[in-house]
């Protein structure tokens, strides 16, 4: 059966949110608040301890700093209309807007990719590299570094948005989703999409060498702290980089699953658990595994709370 659609653009974008678990959306709201309340607070502590720390002021650090600001920013853009979204019977957003907050997300999920790769490769000079270390990464290249993943977060998503935008919308408008993003939004275009879908798919499999990049480094890692002879060497070693690569996997692997294939129709429950994985839980997994598990950082709040509380 041929589907006839109307003339008029579509002006507002209906999103369809948790519809098995609208009974609990205050329950929803309540756990959603919490884990976005953890998320700020705990990426503002990393970023606090830092700034304030000299002894922490090298270049994994940096990185780490630098990868608590994304967060922050990204959560910022999905989270609060998700919670509004929650008390709202009108769950919308206007078509522009949508395509501004999809634009973002890609913008800041791009830089986070770039920052995540940068620091496999800190981590792969610091173990494999350590007599080259201290000269290969200096202050002007860590900032160098930091600026370009940014700015080419910017500039990745711009081809994407370019061709969506220009997209007739004159259909459906709901999106089977909690936020808006780039691929329920093709999916709702009146026309045929097989080219933006590709076009989607080549710009996200530029992530695939950054994954081979960050997999090469760490087999080397993982290869040379296996031959520390050294115990705790070896434990240190491993407890440093285990953390990163749990993020790496997060991320990484929401981000392949959720964008890496050819096409249009997906499962929507799908969709919505892999969304809620890259939007929500790695920006919580962050501070809990760079905080939590981070010796310094620890015994930097350690000291700090001990002596208040004594005072």
């Known amino acids: 059966m041929k589907i006839i659609y109307n003339n008029s653009r579509v002006h507002e974008i209906i999103l369809h949110g948790f519809p098995n678990f609208q009974r609990f959306h205050v329950l929803l709201f309540a756990l959603l608040l919490i884990i976005y309340l953890l998320i700020i607070s ?3 502590v990393i970023l606090l301890v830092i700034c304030r720390e000299s002894t922490l002021h090298f270049p994994m650090y940096f990185f780490i700093a630098a990868l608590s600001c994304l967060e922050i920013i990204y959560t910022a853009i999905t ?16 078509l522009n807007g949508c ?8 913008v800041l999920g791009a830089a986070e990719c770039y920052i995540l790769t940068i620091m496999a490769y800190d981590r792969y000079l610091a173990i494999c590299k350590p007599l080259r270390y201290s000269a290969i990464m200096t202050t002007g290249l860590n900032v160098n570094l930091i600026l370009s993943s940014f700015i080419g977060g910017i500039l990745t998503p711009v081809i994407e948005i370019i061709f969506i935008s220009l997209l007739p919308f004159c259909g459906p408008n709901r999106i089977e989703n909690v936020f808006c993003d ?5 999916s709702l275009a009146c026309t045929d999409t097989r080219l933006y879908i590709m076009v989607e798919f080549i710009v996200s499999s530029f992530v695939m060498p950054l994954i081979a990049f960050v997999l090469f480094s ?16 070896r434990q240190k070693a491993f407890s440093t980089c285990g953390a990163h690569l749990i993020i790496v996997t997060l991320f990484f692997g929401s981000i392949g699953f959720m964008y890496i294939r050819v096409t249009k129709s997906y499962s929507v429950d799908y969709d919505r658990v892999v969304g809620l994985t890259y939007a929500v839980f790695t920006p919580l997994a962050n501070p809990i595994i760079y905080g939590l598990r981070n010796q310094e950082i620890k015994r930097f709040l350690h000291k700090h709370l001990w002596c208040r509380n004594h005072f």
């Open 79 to 94: 989270i609060p209309k998700m919670l509004a979204d929650l008390l709202n019977d009108e769950k919308k957003i206007s």
């Open 42 to 44: 705990g990426n503002a």
């Open 99 to 106: 395509l501004v907050q999809a634009y973002f997300l890609h």
């Open 218 to 233: 760490y087999i080397r890692i993982i290869y040379i702290i296996l031959r520390i002879k050294s115990k705790d060497g």
């Open 182 to 186: 780039f691929p329920p939004l093709i």
